[in-house]
T-cell receptor
Framework: AQRVTQPEKLLSVFKGAPVELKCNYS??????LFWYVQYSRQRLQLLLR??SRESIKGFTADLNKGETSFHLKKPFAQEEDSAMYYC????????????FGKGTRLSVIA | SAVISQKPSRDICQRGTSLTIQCQVD?????MFWYRQQPGQSLTLIAT?????????ESGFVIDKFPISRPNLTFSTLTVSNMSPEDSSIYLC???????????FGPGTRLTVL
């Protein structure tokens, strides 16, 4: 069965401090991992996908198959990063639903 | 990417009534998905709607309670039937354009059942 674990419900950091949002997954095949973000009063939107290996808004995430992790990182947090972050997994076969973690609320303190 | 709209954006309903939520995608997609997000919780998949066939429901969700229509490649509806206060939630539709796994989400429908 597919499972995504985000161990932290809430993470508070000071502006300018590094951020790491943890995500671990369980899946027997080769998954595709995503990070979604939901800002206050906005819809859920895609932030990162592991296959793109890109940096969006200063965030990066590397898939570590050995540790079955896909942690989200940013070297210097900004106040506008405050939001709800969800890690999600899809079986690598296309057109499949996503399994979401419970989410981590990031609060960046000025 | 895909632009997805939902109607209504929110509604307050009486116990025992039904509400139909509409989801429109700006491009043709094979699959559409319906999720529920209960207060303070993550997203839970309700069902997968494939055009031309019956929807596939996840464990804990049944067609009589959540009937789904998928009349064409850009549109789907989810009905929440015989509502109770426990159905109060945000209902979201999503679609993966181009047959990929990344999904784009509608703004959600916030349902309150009294």
């Amino acid at each position: 069965a597919q499972r995504v674990t985000q161990p932290e419900k809430l993470l508070s950091v000071f502006k300018g401090a590094p951020v790491e949002l943890k995500c671990n997954y369980s899946y027997s095949g080769s998954p595709e991992l995503f990070w979604y973000v939901q800002y206050s009063r906005q819809r859920l939107q895609l932030l990162l996908r592991h296959i793109s290996r890109e940096s969006i808004k200063g965030f990066t995430a590397d898939l570590n198959k050995g540790e079955t992790s896909f942690h989200l990182k940013k070297p210097f947090a900004q106040e506008e990063d405050s939001a709800m972050y969800y890690c999600a997994l899809a079986a690598n076969s296309g057109n499949t639903p996503l399994v979401f973690g419970k989410g981590t609320r990031l609060s960046v303190i000025a | 990417s895909a632009v997805i709209s939902q109607k209504p954006s929110r509604d307050i309903c009486q116990r025992g009534t039904s509400l139909t939520i509409q989801c429109q995608v700006d491009s043709q997609v094979t699959m559409m998905f319906w999720y529920r997000q209960q207060p303070g919780q993550s997203l839970t998949l309700i069902a997968t709607a494939n055009q031309g066939s019956e929807a596939t429901y996840e464990s804990g969700f049944v067609i009589d309670k959540f009937p789904i229509s998928r009349p064409n490649l850009t549109f789907s509806t989810l009905t929440v039937s015989n509502m109770s206060p426990e159905d109060s939630s945000i209902y979201l539709c999503s679609a993966p354009p181009g047959g990929r796994n990344e999904q784009f989400f509608g703004p959600g429908t916030r349902l309150t059942v009294l």
